[in-house]
């Protein structure tokens, strides 16, 4: 696991950025086993207190859970990975709209350019 960490932004809120990033792409499925707050602070070479700090953030948003001594699971409710898809989608576009929303550019000039855009990148 490979996270390139920002300077801007809580190391731990990234790390749950990385998971759900995981979930929307289907890389992590329903139920999966993931690693321990140990090992993951390991692999990502972090504090073990920020990996157990996005753990419990994750637990508490339903998106994973632990039970007993049992490793941390992803959830297994589709719902909630729906939900998160819909999140990063939302994030994307609200990022996009507040970057063109400042030159001025008009929604039908903007759409043709993303649509061709878009389709060149899945493309290549």
């Known amino acids: 696991m490979k996270i390139k960490f920002n300077n801007r932004d809580p190391v731990y809120v990234q790390v749950?950025?990385?998971?759900?990033?995981?979930?929307?792409?289907?890389?992590?499925?329903?139920?999966?086993?993931?690693?321990?707050?140990?090992?993951?602070?390991?692999?990502?070479?972090?504090?073990?207190?920020?990996?157990?700090?996005?753990?419990?953030?994750?637990?508490?948003?339903?998106?994973?859970?632990t039970e007993g001594n049992l490793p941390s699971r992803m959830t297994?409710?589709?719902?909630?990975?729906q939900a998160v898809r819909s999140e990063l989608?939302?994030?994307?576009?609200?990022?996009?709209?507040n970057a063109v929303r400042t030159i001025n550019v008009p929604l039908d000039e903007v759409l043709p350019i993303i649509e061709q855009k878009y389709k060149k990148e899945c493309n290549e």
């Open 89 to 97: 989608i939302l994030e994307a576009v609200d990022a996009f709209v």
């Open 16 to 65: 749950i950025r990385h998971f759900k990033e995981q979930m929307a792409t289907g890389v992590i499925e329903p139920g999966q086993e993931i690693p321990s707050r140990r090992e993951l602070a390991n692999q990502l070479k972090i504090n073990p207190n920020t990996a157990q700090r996005a753990y419990k953030e994750m637990e508490e948003e339903g998106l994973i859970f």
């Open 76 to 81: 297994t409710d589709e719902k909630v990975f």
